[in-house]
Nanobody, 125 residues
Framework: QVQVVESGGGLVQAGGSLRLSCTASGLTFDDYAMGWFRQAPGKEREGISCIKWSGDATYYADSVKGRFTISRDNAKNTVYLQMNSLKPEDTAMYYC??????????????????WGQGTQVTVSS
């Protein structure tokens, strides 16, 4: 069956960096767009970054643009999210998801078929 597993979360001070990884198995990885979502306590889940199956197109929400970078290694079935200049408001559970659709200007949860369990990112001030 399909498994999506995130790693790399943790506690970091404001201004610091973290790199999240997400490995997917049980699917043809390079057929799927890969996305990162996050959900803070009491808030709705937010799509923050997505990368097309070929890796030649990416999307970033305004809240992370210029600070986060998404990339993928199709040979390793892995997608990464490099997070720099972290802020306390980046504190959330971060989820990785795989889907057949890529949208250039937004992310929609229903486009994604497979989800990981999440990895916690906490940014202290």
């Amino acid at each position: 069956q399909v498994q999506v597993v995130e790693s790399g979360g943790g506690l970091v001070q404001a201004g610091g960096s973290l790199r999240l990884s997400c490995t997917a198995s049980g699917l043809t990885f390079d057929d799927y767009a890969m996305g990162w979502f996050r959900q803070a306590p009491g808030k709705e889940r937010e799509g923050i970054s997505c990368i097309k199956w070929s890796g030649d197109a990416t999307y970033y929400a305004d809240s992370v643009k210029g600070r986060f970078t998404i990339s993928r290694d199709n040979a390793k079935n892995t997608v990464y999210l490099q997070m720099n200049s972290l802020k306390p408001e980046d504190t959330a559970m971060y989820y990785c998801a795989a889907g057949h659709y890529y949208r250039a200007h937004t992310m929609i949860q229903r486009d994604f078929d497979y989800w990981g369990q999440g990895t916690q990112v906490t940014v202290s001030s």
